[in-house]
């Protein structure tokens, strides 16, 4: 079992790295592809996604146990926490914005094609995985 970890924590990034270039591959695709121009607003749940994924990459899970110990005072557990609880709600904002997209460019015959609001939720969806493999790999020990 330690092997595993120890090539987990060799592989992940790579398969982090590729997921990452994977969503926004679609997402440009997708841009690159469209008739019409795309709109910032499709941009935003992507780039948000990209932010959210970077915030909880600065945790480590190491400080989310019990044995926390910090500078700044006994009660400084929960700002972790907080830090980590922002940043999970803003990536399923990002991911129910770019749903919400998906649905308006469904709907609408002037805007972009279905793509653009498919490749926006694969975008999505491929950061935040990447961002919880990348996670998952870079704080073991």
Same mark, same amino acid.
């Given at each position: 079992?330690?092997n595993l970890a120890m090539l987990?924590? *060799?592989?992940?990034?790579? *398969? =982090? ?13 997708? #841009?690159?592809? !469209? =008739? /019409?121009? #795309? $709109? %910032?607003?499709? @941009? ?12 909880? &990459?600065? #945790? &480590?899970?190491?400080?989310?146990? &019990?044995? @926390?110990? $910090?500078s700044y005072g006994d009660d !400084? ?6 830090? +980590?609880?922002? =940043? @999970?709600? /803003? $990536?399923? *904002?990002?991911?129910?914005? !770019?749903?919400?997209? +998906?649905?308006?460019?469904? +709907? ?9 609001? #498919?490749?926006? *939720?694969?975008?999505?969806? %491929? /950061?935040?995985? $990447?961002?919880?493999? @990348?996670?998952?790999?870079?704080s073991e020990e």
């Open positions: 079992m330690e987990w924590g *060799v592989i992940g990034p790579g *398969v =982090a790295g590729a997921l990452f270039g994977a969503g926004w591959w679609f997402w440009v695709d997708a #841009v690159v592809c !469209s =008739a /019409v121009q #795309v $709109s %910032f607003i499709h @941009y935003l749940p992507g780039i948000f996604a990209s932010l959210a994924a970077l915030m909880f &990459n600065c #945790v &480590n899970k190491e400080d989310i146990g &019990n044995d @926390y110990y $910090s !400084s557990e929960w700002r972790v926490k907080l830090w +980590l609880f922002v =940043a @999970y709600v /803003v $990536s399923f *904002v990002c991911l129910a914005g !770019s749903v919400g997209l +998906l649905v308006q460019d469904a +709907l609408t015959d002037k805007g972009p094609s279905v793509w653009t609001g #498919v490749a926006g *939720v694969l975008q999505c969806v %491929f /950061v935040l995985i $990447s961002g919880l493999t @990348y996670w998952t790999c870079h």
